[in-house]
């Protein structure tokens, strides 16, 4: 199955491992681990919209969460569980 076919298939809240085509420091190819949040398409390109956790805590002491987009141009793989 193709990566467009995965995303546009992943429902919100699923949780979603994706294996870009960036590369980090260390050269290996940059992974993102996150709740989906919507499938966005703009002509021929695609985006995934995730929401992961960050590093930070609020006033009250609650986690933090960040919106992150990965272009379809990006995603070498993507995983839904």
Known sequence: MSNYKIAKSLKEG??????TTLK????????FYGTFVR?????????????RKTDFKSLTDKPL?????????????????
């Open 65 to 81: 969460y960040e919106e992150l987009r990965v272009s379809g141009e990006n995603i070498s793989k993507i995983n839904g569980y």
């Open 39 to 51: 499938f966005e398409e703009k002509g021929s390109n695609y985006s995934i919209i995730i929401q």
């Open 24 to 31: 980090n420091a260390s050269n290996q190819n940059k992974e």
């Open 14 to 19: 699923q949780l979603v491992n994706i294996i």
